[in-house]
C-alpha cells in the first residue's frame, strides 16, 4: 500500500492504525468485510458515530446564540443522506452582530494589547485541549464530512494542534525593523494586527482551513469573524468554544454557520472587516474579490481551485510513481484544490502505468468511513455527487477510455467507484476542469519541452507533481512550471512551515510558514528627527 500521508509530521501509514472500537448499526448480523467496488454492490450498513452533536448554535462574543431569525438548517451525513442535526442559520444580521462583537474586542478589549508571550500561553493551552478531544472533534469531522476517521484522528486533526503550536511560537517574534535614512532621521517599521479579519473556509478540510487561518490572525493580535462551510459546519464550532476554554478573551473569535449567498456576502462586503480571507471554488473567489473591492477596499487572501498536473518521467520507478500519483488524486475522496487531477506519464513507460494505476483504482478500499483500513468514503453531498457522475459521462462522450470506476458505489450515501481515463486529450472536460472527485486522468506526453507547455496551458496554477530520478530533470520542471507548490517525488507535504497558495486562477497571497502572518499585518513606518546624532 502507498504512504498515506499529507504531512510530514506522522510518517505511520494508515495500515498500522489500530481498528476504532464503534458500535455497529440496528442490525449486527451484517458483520462483513471491507467493501471494494470490484466485488461488492453496496456499503455496509453505517457505523454509528461515537460522539454526540453538542454545538449547533452561532458563537458570537464568547456565548453561544441562536440565529436572529431563528432559522436553523440541516448538516447531513453523506453516508446516507440522513440528517445529523439542525444548525443555526446565520445571516445579515447575525454577520452583524458578529463583527461588532469582534470590532469591539479589538478595538477596546484585551487581545491586541496582551502580550504577545500571553498570547502564545493560550494558543498552547487551546492546541492541548485539542489533543485532549482529539477523537471527539475527528468524529464530528468525519460524520460531517465523509472523510476517513483515520485521516482525520491521526492526521488531520493532529495537524491542527501541529499548527498551533507553530503560531504561538511565532507570536512574540513579530517585530519591525531600523531602518537606515539618507538624513538625520530615526525610521522603524512597525508590524501591527490589522484589525477584524473576516474568513470564510470550505468543506472539504474544514478543521486545516481553520487552523491556516485562525493560527496567524490570532497570533498577530486580531480578531476574527468565522463562517464555516453550510455542509461541514459542526468541528468550526467546536475547536472555537476549546478556545474559550483555553483563555481567549470575548469576542475574539465569531463563529457564523450559514450559506454563502447571504452570510458569506455579508461578511465578504462589511465596511467594518479590515481583511478577508477565503478558500474556496476560484468563481465564488471572483465574486468575494469584487465585493470587497466595492466595500471597503479591504485585501483578500484567496486559495481557489487547481487542476495540478502529475508527471511522470521516463526515468521514473513506475510502482512507486502509480502509487503516488493515486494518492495525489484520490486523497480525501479527490476533494481537494491542489489533487494531480492531470497525470501526465512519458510515452515510454506510458502502459505499463496505466495497468499499475488501474489496479491500484480496483483496490481502493471504498466503505464507511468510520471502519477501520477504509480509504474512501462518499462524497460531501448529493450536489457534489451529481457533478462528478456527469463529468465521468463527458469523459466517456469525449472519447476517453474509461479503465474502471465510472458509476456509483452502493445503493445508498453518495459513494463513487475509484475511476481511470486514459487516452484523454487536453480539450476535454476531464482535463481542463476541477472535478473534485475520485477520477484519474491520464495523458501521454513526448518530451520535457512538450508536457511543461501542456501543463501550463490551464487557467489554474496552484501545485504539481514530479515524479524522476534524475535531479536535472526536477530542478528543470521546478523552475518551469507556474504553480505555487512544486512537490518531487512526493505530494501533499502540508507542513505547518511550506507556504501554500497558487498562481493564475489559483487564488493571491499565501498560507502557512512566515508568510501566512503577512496576511494579518499592517506595516507602519516612523520617522523621527535626530538632533546632533553621533552616527547615521
Known sequence: MAA??????????FSSLPAPLFSRGTNPTLVRQISRYSTAVEVEDPISPPVKVNYTQLLIDGKFVDAASGKTFPTLDPRTGDVIAHVAEGDIEDINRAVSAARKAFDEGPWPRMTAYERSNILLRFADLIEKHNDEIAALETWDSGKPYEQAAKIEVPMLARLMRYYAGWADKIHGLIVPADGPHHV?????????AGQIIPWNFPLLMFAWKVGPALACGNTIVLKSAEQTPLSAIYAAKLLYEAGLPEGVINVVSGFGATAGAALA???????????????TGKIILQLAAKSNLKPVTLELGGKSPFIVCEDADVDKAAEMAHFA???NQGQCCCAGSRTFVHEKVYDEFIEKAKALAKNRAVGDPFKSGIEQGPQIDKKQFDKILGYIRSGIECGATLETGGERFGDKGYYIQPTVFTNVKDDALIAKEEIFGPVQTILKYKNLDEVIQRSNASRYGLAAGVFTQNIDTA????????????????????????????YKMSGQGREKGIYGL????????VVTPLKNPAWL
Open 4 to 13: 498515506r500521508r499529507i504531512s510530514s509530521l506522522l510518517s505511520r501509514s
Open 188 to 196: 522603524q517599521t512597525l508590524h501591527e494586527p490589522i484589525g477584524v
Open 269 to 283: 462586503s462589511h465596511m467594518e472587516v479590515d481583511k478577508l480571507a477565503f478558500t474556496g471554488s476560484t468563481d
Open 329 to 331: 488524486l484520490f486523497f
Open 475 to 502: 530542478n528543470t520542471l521546478t523552475r518551469a512550471l507556474r504553480v505555487g507548490s512544486v512537490f518531487i517525488n512526493c505530494f501533499d507535504v502540508f507542513d505547518a512551515a511550506i507556504p501554500f497558495g497558487g
Open 518 to 525: 503577512s496576511n494579518y499585518l499592517q506595516v507602519k513606518a
